[in-house]
């Protein structure tokens, strides 16, 4: 059971727009920046955003994010047959002591 | 460029220490601001973080496994090592370890993982 909540799955056709969500809590989510990850099967993690909607020079803008409160939400617009992969939320939690959480992960399908 | 490798064991027996070692370069481990940590996923499964070692030696740990975790550094080497005991056939899982600017509150470059399997 991961500590942040995504959608296990989530798809969109071609060209359309679709998006994912990542819930926590104050702890993590509410106080700490985001990040949100892209793994294309048999690949490493790929960093897309960081500090909640900034994107790390080479990713496209079809790529953003948005956080508010204890959530946060990945769009992508212009769904391209390479979007399919994996994609993971992940921030600091400062419970207990100060640790990172990841989200279970959807998996995003394009029809 | 920012590179990273893991490198060590790809099966272990249930109670070993699986010891894996994190080449890295393109960067200095000691640089200010650096953190090398180190993520794992279970094959089909979420990514779970293990911990961090910072440019000042500093470490974080995760939580619910910080008892048979241990990171070290070889700064001869520009390597970080991950040391983890007891290991267990649900340990099994792809390890990877990443980078952390110092813009970027997370991992902003991962190694390719290596995959780690525990049986007897």
């Known amino acids: 059971q991961s500590v942040l909540t995504q959608p296990p799955s989530v798809s969109a056709a071609p060209g359309q727009r679709v998006t994912i969500s990542c819930s926590g809590s104050a702890s993590n989510v509410g106080t700490n920046y985001v990040s949100w990850y892209q793994q294309l099967p048999g690949a490493a993690p790929k960093l897309l955003i960081y500090d909640n909607n900034k994107r790390p020079s080479g990713i496209p803008d079809r790529f953003s994010a948005s956080k508010s409160g204890t959530s946060a939400t990945l769009a992508i617009t212009g769904l391209q047959t390479g979007d399919e992969a994996d994609y993971y939320c992940?921030?600091?939690?400062?419970?207990?002591?100060?640790?990172?959480?990841f989200g279970g992960g959807s998996k995003l399908t394009v029809l | 460029q920012i590179t990273l490798k893991e490198s060590g064991p790809t099966l272990v027996k249930p109670t070993q220490t699986l010891t894996l070692t994190c080449t890295c370069s393109g960067f200095s481990i000691t640089a200010y601001g650096v953190g090398v940590g180190w993520v794992r996923q279970p094959p089909g499964k979420a990514l779970e973080w293990l911990g961090i070692?910072?440019?000042?030696?500093?470490?974080r740990y995760s939580p619910s496994l910080r008892s048979r975790l241990t990171i070290t550094r070889d700064t001869s080497k520009n390597q970080v090592v991950l040391r983890m005991t007891n290991m267990d056939p649900v340990d099994t899982a792809t390890y990877y370890c990443?980078?952390?600017?110092?813009?970027?509150?997370?991992?902003?470059?991962w190694g390719q993982g290596m995959l780690v399997t525990v049986s007897s």
């Open positions: 070692t910072y440019w000042d030696d500093d470490k």
């Open positions: 990443a980078h952390r600017g110092t813009s970027v509150t997370l991992f902003d470059s």
């Open positions: 992940g921030t600091w939690d400062d419970t207990i002591s100060a640790h990172v959480v």
